[in-house]
């Protein structure tokens, strides 16, 4: 009988891991190490056989093995300059104009746009008490309180204030926010049917400290004391009324003991069977059952195609753990081009596979310099010359492997550009990928 992980065919067009990328192979190299880093050199061919590796230092450490990782939330917007805008708020003194409320001028930080449209569209919507429209005011609402942007300078009917608050009014301006929020969102849970899904899993995601799919990221949780076992009932009341990313959260739970006195494998599991199936659908509860029921090939690939690139990279595994080679590939190219992320730009564990294979030759491929790197660009999010958030640092570390040795034919080693990248996978890791911060000590070393 055939195995069902071969049979599975991810896609029908040009496989992705042999897709040109040289696109991307000249940003990861346009990358400018920092100011304060030397110069760095120009990327030419030498006269050595092309895409083999120089000799590496045995003293700088190689890039280590991908580990699995949960997707990245899809809805959080990862712009930089916007979140900088959104904290720092107005760069001059705000005005309005027009209508109560409105807001004419450019400089307003987005929380404030935000906040306004809700409160106009809850105004309107006060006599009817449609959910979403209730709920986007209470998710406007608990962001602006934890914005000071918003609160100094703010008041709950978004009218921009006459002068600048005392430390007291300030604290009650942002108290005002809050209480009416929580009186909202107790209102939405108290409604029978769907409509009151997502006010539960808003309040599952708050009480867990985790309320990762806002619009805006909050400032933080100091109004709301951590209490798992209230999260958990929130998330499976909202996953009795179809909402699978909350079918997801209370799996979560019962699969790690959060909110429960132990860890549940049958519990969990009936959870994420009920946030796989209709109405929810929801892909990573499907991924999960596929994990708990042993790999189940069927199932991952069902995750796949609801859009879990973790999926996909699993079943990649499997076929290369099988020696299905070209399975593997098709897995992995698939994943790593369709796979949801942060950045929208695929699957990272699988770009990083890719890379990898490239680089050692494994998988069945040949050894090539420039494929690896892309895939390595690809990875750590490189667009456009510059680096976008959410980028694995994995990816980050091997490309400034590349950097240092350099590869024949291809591109020379460059020390500063090999700096510059250890740098940003220690960065974009917080300072817990090791080999990176090792990385990082022995290359400035050599550079004094």
């Not at 879990?308 to 099988?322: D, K, N």
């Amino acid at each position: 009988m055939q195995n069902p992980v071969h049979a599975q065919n991810p896609v029908q067009r040009q496989n992705p891991a042999h897709a040109p990328l040289d696109e991307r192979y000249a940003a990861a190299f346009n990358m400018y190490p920092p100011a304060n880093a030397a110069a760095p050199s120009a990327y030419a061919p030498n006269n050595t056989p092309s895409g083999v590796r120089n000799t590496r230092p045995g003293d700088v450490p190689a890039a280590p093995a991908p580990r699995k990782s949960p997707p990245a939330p899809s809805t959080a917007p990862n712009a930089a300059t916007v979140r900088q805008q959104y904290l720092q708020g107005p760069a001059s003194p705000a005005k309005t104009g027009g209508a109560k409320g409105e807001i004419t001028s450019p400089d307003i930080p987005p929380i404030v746009t935000l906040f306004t449209e809700a409160y106009h569209r809850t105004i309107t919507d006060v006599h009817t008490f449609t959910p979403a429209i209730q709920l986007a005011w209470c998710e406007a609402l608990l962001q602006a309180s934890q914005t000071p942007a918003f609160v100094e300078h703010y008041s709950i009917n978004a009218e921009r204030l006459p002068r600048a608050l005392t430390p007291a009014e300030l604290q009650r301006n942002r108290q005002i926010l809050l209480e009416h929020a929580f009186k909202v969102l107790r209102k939405l849970t108290s409604l029978e049917g769907p409509g009151a899904a997502g006010a539960h899993f808003l309040l599952g995601c708050l009480y867990s400290h985790r309320a990762t799919h806002l619009p805006f990221p909050l400032g933080g949780y100091a109004f709301l004391a951590r209490d798992d076992a209230k999260a958990l009932a929130h998330y499976c009341a909202a996953a009795r009324l179809g909402h699978g990313p909350a079918a997801y959260r209370a799996g979560a739970s019962y699969e790690y003991a959060r909110g429960c006195a132990q860890a549940d494998r049958e519990a969990a599991l009936q959870w994420y069977t009920l946030g796989a199936g209709e109405p929810a659908g929801d892909a990573d509860c499907m991924y999960k059952v596929g994990r708990l029921c042993g790999n189940d090939a069927a199932w991952l690939a069902r995750a796949f195609r609801a859009g879990s690139g973790q999926a996909g990279y699993e079943l990649g595994r499997a076929c290369e753990a099988a020696g299905d080679f070209p399975g593997a590939l098709r897995w992995y190219g698939a994943a790593a081009a369709a796979g949801k992320s942060s950045a929208g730009e695929g699957y990272a564990l699988a770009q990083l596979r890719l890379g990898g294979a490239y680089e050692r030759g494994e998988c069945g491929l040949c050894v090539d310099a420039r494929k690896s790197v892309a895939w390595y660009a690809r990875a750590a999010r490189v667009q456009g010359g510059e680096l976008t958030p959410g980028g694995s640092a994995l990816a980050m570390l091997a490309l400034s492997g590349w950097c240092l040795t350099g590869a024949r034919g291809v591109f020379v080693p460059d020390s500063a550009r090999a700096l510059y990248w250890a740098r940003e996978a220690v960065r974009a890791s917080g300072g817990k990928l090791e080999r990176a911060q090792r990385a990082v000590e022995i290359l400035q070393l050599q550079s004094t």
